[in-house]
Structures are given as structure tokens and as C-alpha cells.
């Protein structure tokens, strides 16, 4: 049974020396990832889905040529690609924000 709390024990450990910013760190990482997985699990299920549908709407159209049309379309496309890049924008921002955390950390150390 010890072996499967040394690990509990390293990070606890490891957590302890880091202060608070690498707990905001931790967290900070911890949200990017549940976000890309979202992400990746909504781009195998709902997002196909969505395009299909989209499609069978779009050919079960009778009239497809008229300037009114193309903007039917231009809609379905446009909701298309914001379902897909919903998270996309705050998922850049934490990656971003990690290397600044770091920095923060590095500096509250030196001054501590």
C-alpha cells in the first residue's frame, strides 16, 4: 500500500514547496485540459451531427442558386463554425496565461 501513496505524497509534497501560484498554476492547467477534452469529445458527437444535419438541410432544399439561398447557406455554415470554435478562444487564453503564472511563481520565490 505504500507505493500507491508515495506518488500522493511526492505531489503533496511537490505542491507545498510551489506556494500558492503553483496551485493557481495547477488549476489553471487542470481547466485547459477539461477543455480540450470537451472539445474533442464534442468534435467525435455533436459537432459531425451537426454538419450532417446541416448538409441534409441544405440538399433537401429545392432552389440553391438565388442570392437568398447562398445566404441560407452562409448562416448554416457560420453557426457550423461557431459551435466548433465555441471554447477555442478561452482555451488560447490559459495557454497564454500558464507561462505568465510561471514567471509569477519564479519571482514570488525570489522574493520570499
Known amino acids: ?11 503533496r509534497d511537490f505542491m507545498e514547496m510551489g506556494g500558492d501560484v503553483l496551485t493557481l498554476i495547477a488549476l489553471t492547467i487542470f481547466g485547459m485540459w477539461a477543455l480540450i477534452f ?3 469529445i ?3 458527437t455533436e459537432l459531425k451531427t451537426m454538419g450532417d444535419e446541416i448538409r ?3 440538399e433537401a432544399r429545392s432552389e440553391r442558386k ?14 457550423y463554425s ?5 471554447m477555442v478562444p478561452v482555451i488560447q487564453t490559459l495557454v497564454a496565461l500558464c507561462p505568465l503564472l510561471g ?5 514570488t520565490g ?3
Do not use: C
Request: aromatic share 14%; glycine share 4%.
Open 66 to 79: 438565388s442570392w437568398y439561398a447562398h445566404q441560407i447557406r452562409d448562416g448554416m455554415v457560420s453557426r
Open 1 to 11: 500500500m505504500d507505493w500507491l501513496m508515495m506518488p500522493f505524497e511526492a505531489v
Open 38 to 40: 470537451e472539445r474533442l
Open 42 to 44: 464534442f468534435f467525435k
Open 56 to 58: 441534409e438541410r441544405w
Open 103 to 107: 514567471l509569477m511563481g519564479t519571482v
Open 82 to 86: 461557431m459551435a466548433a470554435n465555441a
Open 110 to 112: 525570489m522574493i520570499e
